[in-house]
């Protein structure tokens, strides 16, 4: 049996795995400030409810991959300062982010967080780092839903345009 044929947890990172849970949390730190800030342009109710379970999934993931890297001897990347909540009627209504908006930014990085999830899975060979990414796919998945019944429940939808067009037999 060779090195990587024992306990997982005991197996050494390679430099794939390192980078990748390493930009997770550089990412998604990221991300919670951002939404942070989408929290008070937010006027729906339903909407910022949804950005809430955004943040507060991603810091229980960042949590998760911190733990993991700390095990490892790899620093951490910096956290950004906590948003400060604002009054939504103080933001003018010109510089406001729209619901419709922010709902579209939640889909786009909802998709590129399943991709990152992806590769993780696909380029570890620690089965509990992409096991721990699986879990992280599914619940990104299942928030990608909850998004997209939001966003057609408010009619804030864009679809592309749809093909009708049925070949002639």
Known sequence: MGILSGNPKEEPMHYGEVHGTWSFINGG??????????????GDRDLIQLIDEVIKLSQQQIKEVET????????????????????????????RAMDQEIAATMSADTAAGLISCSTM????IRE???????????????LGAKILRLNKEKGWLVPPPLHNHHAEE
Do not use: C, S, W
Not at 121 to 124: L, R, T
Not at 132 to 139: N, V
């Open 29 to 42: 730190k990221g991300m919670i400030a951002g939404y942070q800030v989408f929290r008070n342009h937010a």
């Open 68 to 95: 993991l890297l700390k095990e490892n001897g790899v620093g951490l990347p910096p956290t950004p300062p906590e948003r400060p909540k604002a009054n939504l009627d103080d933001i003018p209504t010109g510089a």
């Open 121 to 124: 899975i696909g380029q570890a």
């Open 128 to 142: 509990d780092i992409a096991t721990m990414f699986g879990q992280f796919h599914t619940q990104k998945a299942t």
